[in-house]
């Protein structure tokens, strides 16, 4: 079941951001013994592929801190940011880590099923990202992208990092990043709520005292 845990961070890792956790599977599986990757997954650790991921990630680390620009990169990455959640959970179920020494033994027979399972949750945690970001720049007239990217992106690798080195806490993370999801979305309907009763009262007339 590890091997499950570590496809999950990984995979929610790119909905966050799409390169992070391609980049921290090649680079780890290429330089050090945290991870192996197996034959039909070498590609990743290639110098090349990691060349292109890390021009790909330095673009999407400036779009994503610009007001307007990343409500673009993030319809842009709907169809980019599930790849990369499929990629990451299939690599993961295969590979060997620190903490997983029989890899594949729970996705054995339906090898399909944890890019299935990756895209489904990193497009579950990008919907989730893309739904937040104009609550933040409409509530902080556009200077909250930088800060809240410059978070994710943060998040973005402490959680492919963990999901290799230490799996059983991807949970605990999951949870941490939809109760701050659930927490805005709550603040953003009372927002909303204050303002119908406040634009209904000044149409009846009152006057705030």
């Given at each position: 079941?590890?091997?499950?845990?570590?496809?999950?961070?990984?995979?929610?890792?790119?909905?966050?951001?799409?390169?992070?956790?391609?980049?921290?599977?090649?680079?780890?599986?290429?330089?050090?013994?945290?991870?192996?990757?197996?034959?039909?997954?070498?590609?990743?650790?290639?110098?090349?592929?990691?060349?292109?991921?890390?021009m790909l990630l330095a673009i999407e680390f400036v779009?994503?801190?610009?007001?307007?620009?990343?409500?673009?990169?993030?319809?842009?990455?709907?169809?980019?940011?599930?790849?990369?959640?499929?990629?990451a959970f299939g690599a993961a179920s295969s590979s060997?880590?620190?903490?997983?020494?029989?890899?594949?033994?729970?996705?054995?027979?339906?090898?399909?099923?944890?890019?299935?399972?990756?895209?489904?949750?990193?497009?579950?945690?990008?919907?989730?990202?893309?739904?937040?970001?104009?609550?933040?720049?409409?509530?902080?007239?556009?200077?909250?992208?930088?800060?809240?990217?410059?978070?994710?992106?943060?998040?973005?690798?402490?959680?492919?990092?963990?999901?290799?080195?230490?799996?059983?806490?991807?949970?605990?993370?999951?949870?941490?990043?939809?109760?701050?999801?659930?927490?805005?979305?709550?603040?953003r309907k009372r927002r909303k709520e204050e303002k119908?009763?406040?634009?209904?009262?000044?149409?009846?007339?009152?006057?705030?005292?």
């Open positions: 079941m590890l091997e499950s845990l570590t496809g999950l961070g990984l995979a929610t890792s790119a909905g966050l951001n799409a390169y992070i956790p391609l980049l921290a599977i090649g680079v780890l599986a290429r330089y050090t013994d945290l991870i192996t990757l197996p034959g039909n997954w070498s590609w990743m650790e290639n110098g090349w592929t990691l060349a292109i991921v890390a779009a994503d801190k610009v007001p307007v620009v990343d409500h673009v990169n993030d319809v842009l990455q709907t169809f980019v940011r599930p790849t990369a959640g499929g990629l060997e880590t620190v903490t997983v020494t029989d890899p594949g033994s729970f996705f054995s027979s339906h090898q399909w099923v944890p890019i299935v399972v990756g895209g489904a949750i990193s497009l579950g945690v990008h919907g989730m990202k893309a739904a937040s970001r104009p609550v933040i720049n409409a509530s902080t007239a556009g200077f909250g992208a930088p800060v809240v990217s410059t978070i994710e992106d943060i998040v973005s690798v402490s959680m492919a990092l963990v999901a290799i080195i230490l799996p059983v806490l991807v949970l605990l993370f999951v949870v941490l990043l939809f109760v701050a999801f659930w927490w805005m979305m709550r603040r119908a009763a406040a634009k209904w009262a000044q149409s009846q007339g009152y006057r705030p005292t």
